[in-house]
């Protein structure tokens, strides 16, 4: 199944396909072959990011100005489609690298911060984290638990985060942390703030022993007494949590375009094996029940790329998007989940193999559904947007 057949119907000029047909060309031959061991060993392939950063994937929606590729939403959900096929644990390595580490800084950073930490961001050579999530915390902004008060001029940090992409390789500058830094009317005010990676009382736990995304470094994070200048606070003080929510918008968008990607992956892998594999005499493929199971799947992946495609070009348009987003990752976690369990049944037992894509699909895809806003999130969204409250 080629990339110009998949891509058919959706309206993209020539400069898209090319970098589409580019970033697939690159998973086949770079990131196909060392994701089996990469997931088994839960390394993530630093020389395989450092290639993606020499190919400018890291600065797809920045300006030239800082080092970008002067793109958009678009282009980065192209990228991130192409590798999340092969492999969604260096796709997600992209996303977050972008969504949650640069982007931040790039919407809300002084021109200081900007120059200081956009241009190695951009250009793969380093790598930031968003430090959210905490045990009792993450859409709920009133539980935030991590404070930040300020003392001769440094902000001292305490509390811990959990589930932090990006947060603990070997080229990751600093995590971007929320935290409590007083009261307004009585509630929380929260802020966001740089802390760099080796800053005294800020600890990088070991890393989780997780179900999927093996190859993607995620990381608890303790913070006690970890003091960093003044100067670090990322954007307006308070509006920490609200500056994140737009985060998370954009965010939905390049995770529906990763889980786009992972039902194609199990898609492209399904028909090759049903067309492969002989039962009774004949191709598997010439089975009623197998090509009812792979239309369906080929109309999941249609869909979510749709969806993702159509709230990207609002984003990029500078028109309100946040509706079009929740859409988009919901419909296309849930086609993630069920390509996914679709593809293991096509390849029967061999499908519960680990050095088969559609194994590490099966069990990557689940967090696609639950990572960066829940199913139950995006319908919350989805609902308000009706008008329907409580």
């Known amino acids: 199944m080629s990339a110009q057949t998949e891509l058919t119907g959706v309206d993209l000029n020539e400069e898209q396909r090319e ?67 092969v492999d969604q644990s260096l796709a997600i390595t992209l996303e977050a690298g972008v969504s949650l580490g640069a982007m931040p800084v790039y919407r809300f950073g002084t021109e200081e911060q900007k120059q200081e930490h956009l241009p190695a961001l951009l250009a793969g050579e380093a790598m930031a ?28 940090l305490n509390g811990s985060k959990q589930f932090i992409t990006n947060s603990g390789t070997a ?69 920490g949590f609200k500056n994140f929510l737009s985060i998370l918008d954009e965010g939905r968008i390049a995770i529906a375009a990763l889980a786009t990607g992972a039902a194609e992956g199990c898609l492209e892998a399904a028909v090759d094996y049903a067309n492969k594999r002989t039962v009774f005499g004949a191709a598997l493929s010439t089975r009623q029940n197998a090509q009812f199971t792979l239309a369906r799947m080929r109309a999941r992946v249609h869909t979510a790329r749709l969806a993702w495609h159509h709230a990207a070009r609002l984003r990029d348009a500078g028109r309100p998007f946040a509706e079009e987003a929740a859409i988009a990752k919901l419909v296309s976690g849930e086609a993630a989940m069920d390509n996914a369990r679709d593809a293991t049944q096509i390849f029967g037992g061999n499908g519960f193999m680990n050095e088969y894509s559609v194994a590490r699909h099966y069990r990557d895809s689940k967090i696609l559904e639950i990572g960066e806003g829940t199913t139950e999130v995006q319908l919350l969204v989805i609902a308000r947007s009706l008008g329907l409250v409580g």
């Open 19 to 85: 970098l589409a047909a580019m970033v697939r060309e690159f998973a086949d031959e770079v990131v196909a072959p060392q994701a089996y061991e990469a997931d088994r060993t839960h390394t993530l392939n630093l020389d395989v990011v450092r290639q993606m950063g020499e190919m400018g994937l890291f600065g797809l929606p920045f300006s030239e100005e800082y080092g970008g590729q002067g793109g958009d939403y678009l282009a980065l959900g192209l990228a991130i489609e192409g590798i999340a096929r």
């Open 129 to 156: 984290g968003f430090g959210l999530t905490e045990p009792e915390a993450g859409s709920d902004a009133g539980a935030t638990r991590t404070t930040a008060r300020l003392e001769g001029g440094e902000w001292v």
């Open 171 to 239: 080229i990751t500058r600093f995590v971007t942390m929320t935290a409590v830094t007083g009261e307004n009317e009585g509630r929380k005010e929260i802020s966001t703030i740089i802390v760099p990676n080796g800053t005294p009382g800020f600890t990088v736990e070991p890393p989780y022993d997780k179900v999927g995304w093996n190859a993607s470094d995620t990381h608890p994070l303790t913070l006690a007494d970890a003091r960093v200048p003044e100067t670090n606070l990322l954007g307006e003080r308070g509006l």
